[in-house]
């Protein structure tokens, strides 16, 4: 794969950044985007900067440990910064040698069926696996902290979609269009399923279709899927802190089964 010159990876990052906060994908700030650059830099979208109004000037550049290359632009009497989530990313470009992007948002779909208690790594629609393969909800981390980094380099050796609990999503590439399309699909996928909870369920596509469907979209195994590397299941169970309807039935199962494993 060649990775982009420093220019296109701007303009690519500020009209990425622009589409996310126009579809609403995150909130006007939220959310951060990088790119793996040609010498082995990362360009990355600086912290605090309003998503729609981003200029490829404002873009940030570091090396491999996060240190900022070349001029920073001063922004509203202020001089920019990388983006809060760097050492996601960082982590991310160390453990994923092929993944030239990624890309964190806050997808209100896929965030608010995560709060309820959903599983997206359960496929009820065919062509998610084709684009997002197995999607994968990683414990929660305190945004902005080592914690995210430390919590998510281990999902995405094996994912290239993970959702964060109560935060976000983290979507990984080859390019940035790539990270993008997953967002795109995650999203489009979350909403389905909202509005099949909504109308009562579904069960999921059988277990053998669903081998299928996997070995139709990954005939070989994936580089970063290699033996030796253990993966995390996708989902880690937790009942929701708050509640619902179905929360409480959840929650009562998830207490059983704790005082169960204590007998
Ligand atoms: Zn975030």
Same mark, same amino acid.
């Given at each position: 794969?060649?990775?982009?010159?420093?220019?296109? $990876?701007?303009?690519?990052?500020? !009209?990425?950044?622009?589409?996310?906060?126009?579809?609403?994908?995150?909130?006007?700030?939220?959310?951060?985007?990088?790119?793996?650059?040609?010498? =082995?830099?990362?360009?990355?979208?600086?912290?605090?900067?309003?998503?729609?109004?981003?200029?490829?000037?404002?873009?940030?550049?570091?090396?491999?440990?996060?240190?900022?290359? =070349?001029?920073?632009?001063?922004?509203?009497?202020?001089? +920019?910064?990388?983006?809060?989530?760097?050492?996601?990313?960082?982590?991310?470009?160390?453990?994923?040698?092929?993944?030239?992007?990624?890309?964190?948002?806050?997808?209100?779909?896929? +965030?608010?069926?995560?709060? $309820?208690?959903?599983?997206?790594?359960?496929? +009820? /629609?065919?062509?998610?696996?084709?684009?997002?393969?197995?999607?994968?909800?990683?414990?929660?981390?305190?945004?902005?902290?080592?914690?995210?980094? !430390?919590?998510?380099?281990?999902?995405?050796?094996?994912?290239?979609?993970?959702?964060?609990?109560?935060?976000?999503? &983290?979507? &990984?590439?080859?390019?940035?269009?790539?990270?993008?399309?997953?967002?795109?699909?995650?999203?489009?996928?979350? =909403?389905?399923?909202?509005?099949?909870?909504?109308?009562?369920? $579904?069960?999921?596509?059988?277990?053998? !279709?669903?081998?299928?469907?996997?070995?139709?979209?990954?005939?070989?195994?994936?580089?970063?899927?290699?033996?030796?590397?253990?993966?995390?299941?996708?989902? &880690?169970?937790?009942?929701?802190?708050?509640? =619902?309807?179905?929360?409480? !039935? &959840?929650? /009562?199962?998830? /207490?059983?089964?704790?005082?169960?494993?204590?007998?």
């Amino acid at each position: 794969m060649v990775w982009p010159d420093e220019r296109t $990876a701007r303009r690519a990052l500020a !009209e990425a950044a622009r589409e996310i906060y126009q579809r609403k994908l995150s909130g006007a700030t939220d959310g951060n985007l990088s790119v793996r650059l040609a010498n =082995g830099h990362i360009a990355t979208t600086p912290s605090g900067v309003h998503k729609g109004r981003l200029l490829p000037e404002d873009i940030v550049i570091t090396d491999l440990l996060g240190k900022v290359q =070349g001029q920073v632009r001063e922004k509203s009497g202020r001089r +920019l910064k990388p983006s809060s989530e760097l050492a996601l990313h960082l982590a991310a470009y160390e453990i994923r040698p092929d993944i030239g992007a990624v890309v964190h948002a806050h997808p209100p779909m896929a +965030l608010a069926y995560t709060l $309820a208690g959903g599983k997206l790594s359960e496929v +009820l /629609v065919s062509e998610v696996v084709f684009a997002c393969g197995e999607i994968a909800t990683a414990p929660y981390s305190t945004p902005t902290t080592m914690q995210v980094p !430390e919590t998510l380099k281990e999902y995405l050796g094996c994912y290239d979609v993970v959702m964060m609990p109560r935060h976000g999503s &983290v979507t &990984v590439g080859v390019d940035l269009d790539t990270a993008l399309g997953r967002l795109d699909a995650l999203e489009h996928t979350a =909403g389905v399923y909202v509005m099949v909870r909504l109308m009562g369920g $579904a069960s999921p596509i059988a277990t053998q !279709e669903v081998d299928k469907l996997f070995s139709l979209a990954h005939p070989q195994t994936p580089p970063y899927r290699q033996p030796g590397r253990a993966c995390p299941p996708p989902e &880690v169970p937790a009942p929701p802190l708050h509640a =619902g309807a179905q929360g409480e !039935e &959840v929650l /009562v199962q998830a /207490v059983l089964s704790a005082l169960q494993g204590r007998r």
